[in-house]
């Protein structure tokens, strides 16, 4: 909670936000559990006009992984795939992750055939 306080007084000394802050402060609500906060912090980015990076949202992503709610974590990453995020290696391994421990076998796949046509 400690970086959630400090993100609040850089906000009140007006201490611009940048995406590293953001994805410090989603990840940390993730981590605990609380992913609308995670979310709320992914909505500001987005009206502040912060463009979220891979990372943003492969940490969401681990969340939702780590919480077992893999329709959650699909549908982000579907939408990362639909609006041409990069997608990186981790957040590969982080989706297949998930699938494999809830026996979602043949989402699995799916994800692998995918990073099959892209030659990631």
Request: glycine share 8%.
């Amino acid at each position: 909670m400690l970086v959630v306080s400090m993100c609040g007084q850089m906000e009140l000394s007006r201490v611009p936000h940048n995406v590293y802050s953001f994805n410090i402060l989603i990840n940390c609500f993730c981590q605990l559990g609380q992913f609308d906060f995670g979310f709320s912090v992914l909505g500001k980015m987005l009206k502040l006009g912060v463009e979220p990076a891979v990372v943003t949202l492969s940490t969401l992503i681990n969340g939702f992984c780590n919480q077992r709610k893999i329709s959650l974590a699909l549908s982000l990453f579907d939408e990362m795939i639909e609006k041409g995020y990069p997608i990186d290696s981790i957040a590969y391994k982080t989706i297949l992750n998930g699938l494999c421990k809830t026996r979602k076998t043949i989402q699995a796949v799916r994800i692998l055939s995918t990073i099959e046509e892209r030659g990631s």
